[in-house]
């Protein structure tokens, strides 16, 4: 199992800053968003797919382990299907193996089988390319369906194992709320009461292929891995007994200042490693 990061910690600074930092903490893998301006520090439509692999060596990184989707809330947005094919070129590219989407929220009056159905006509135009270009979507829960063992596995069914997979955040389930984001905000909702986050990844197991590390306090916070409410220890003693291979990759939504932001991802780099060693009790 591989320990990973997101420079979505450092979403307020420059990229090559944030590499840097991740890489003088011990991280060996990172991950990185085309979710501008929330996350401007990849742009598909912009940016050159070598420049990212010649920083990705410049720091020493072993390799980049997935990339969001410019407009990963499939169902609602007129260019998830455009922006998701181009997200996947540019994985593609920059040998990223996984490109992470999210059902998002349905409209308020569009009804969860319309709802289902846009996102599998637009999911499924999406997998054709990933299919093409060798690399594999990943359901992150995200959204109206994705936050439930039923929806995910629901999901699931739009495609087979070899292009579609899950990108799997307990705390995401844990939080049950859909996430919004775009101009520099990010919004939750209230999804209702989560489901256990433990129990949802036993059931999907089979199809995770990247997972997420984040921690939430009682208000909802995102604090260091280990130090909050998630079951974080017994998500990763499922992956181990699973023999997953794949990263477990620290996420948050940003937004501190830099000491902090580095003082967070270094102690939940520490906490990961001693959890996967088995020395933490």
């Known amino acids: 199992m591989k320990i990973g990061c997101g420079t979505v910690l450092f979403r307020k600074f420059e990229l090559e800053r944030s590499l840097?930092?991740?890489?003088?903490?011990?991280?060996?893998?990172?991950?990185?968003?085309?979710?501008?301006?929330?996350?401007?520090h990849v742009d598909v439509d912009k940016d050159d797919p070598e420049d990212l692999v010649r920083l990705q060596k410049?720091?020493?990184?072993?390799?980049?382990?997935?990339?969001?989707?410019?407009?990963?809330?499939?169902?609602?947005?007129q260019n998830a299907i455009e922006s998701g094919i181009r997200t996947v070129e540019f994985a593609a590219a920059a040998g990223i193996p996984v490109v992470h989407t999210g059902d998002g929220k349905k409209p308020k009056d569009m009804s969860d089988e319309d709802a289902y159905k846009v996102l599998e006509e637009k999911l499924g135009r999406i997998l054709?390319?990933?299919?093409?270009?060798?690399?594999?979507?990943a359901i992150e829960p995200h959204g109206t369906f994705s936050l439930t063992l039923a929806g995910l596995k629901n999901i699931l069914s739009i495609g087979t194992p070899d292009v579609l997979g899950i990108n799997y955040d307990a705390a995401n389930i844990f939080r049950s709320g859909y996430v919004e984001s775009g101009n520099n905000k990010s919004g939750w909702?209230?999804?209702?009461?989560?489901?256990?986050?433990?129990?949802?990844?036993?059931?999907?197991?089979?199809?995770?292929?990247?997972?997420?590390?984040?921690?939430?306090?009682?208000?909802?916070?995102?604090?260091?891995?280990?130090?909050?409410?998630?079951?974080?220890?017994?998500?990763?003693?499922?992956?181990?007994?699973?023999?997953?291979?794949?990263?477990?990759s620290v996420e948050t939504e940003g937004g501190d200042d830099f000491d902090?932001?580095?003082?967070?991802?270094?102690?939940?780099?520490?906490?990961?490693?001693?959890?996967?060693?088995?020395e933490v009790k």
């Open 20 to 40: 840097a930092a991740m890489r003088e903490i011990g991280f060996e893998y990172f991950e990185t968003q085309a979710v501008g301006p929330w996350c401007p």
């Open 58 to 77: 410049k720091y020493g990184f072993k390799a980049i382990t997935g990339l969001w989707s410019k407009d990963g809330n499939i169902i609602a947005n």
């Open 128 to 137: 054709e390319a990933a299919k093409k270009y060798g690399v594999t979507m």
């Open 189 to 248: 909702q209230n999804g209702g009461e989560g489901e256990n986050e433990v129990d949802v990844l036993k059931g999907v197991i089979d199809r995770v292929v990247h997972c997420h590390a984040k921690d939430l306090n009682a208000e909802k916070q995102c604090v260091p891995v280990g130090t909050g409410l998630v079951r974080v220890k017994d998500c990763v003693e499922v992956l181990k007994a699973a023999d997953y291979q794949g990263v477990v």
């Open 260 to 278: 902090q932001v580095v003082e967070l991802a270094a102690k939940s780099y520490a906490y990961l490693n001693a959890v996967i060693k088995g």
